[in-house]
């Protein structure tokens, strides 16, 4: 069974930064690989970012390329999610997902683990 937990979500004015967390409890983290996705109030879940278990092809939706970084660090078993100029257009739930066959898919319905989310609003 794993076990995602995200953290560091918060309130943010429009241009500032955030650090996204997801720690993952299971014994085999680097078989992992990990993704974020977000969903706002009345939309589809929607892709941000992956990243395979070597770390050295990371995918990211357009909306998000070049403002944020996903990473992972497998000795403390977490994925990070870095944002940077941020805008109300990012307001949402983000979510931490794991799969061990599923690699950089945009389809959040192929991930088999999930976290509870937590909540990122930028204000104008």
């Known amino acids: 069974q794993v076990q995602l937990v995200e953290s560091g979500g918060g309130l943010v004015q429009a241009g500032g930064s955030l650090r996204l967390s997801c720690a993952a409890f299971v014994y085999t983290f680097c078989n992992y690989n990990m993704a974020w996705f977000r969903q706002a109030p009345g939309k589809e879940r929607e892709f941000v970012a992956a990243?395979?278990?070597?770390?050295?092809?990371?995918n990211y939706a357009d909306s998000v390329k070049g403002r944020f970084t996903i990473s992972r660090d497998n000795a403390k078993n977490t994925v990070y999610l870095q944002m940077h100029s941020l805008k109300p257009d990012d307001t949402a739930v983000y979510y931490c997902a794991a799969d061990r066959t599923t690699l950089y898919s945009r389809n959040y319905r192929l991930y088999s683990h999930w976290g509870q989310g937590t909540q990122v609003t930028v204000s104008s």
């Open positions: 990243i395979g278990w070597g770390d050295d092809n990371p």
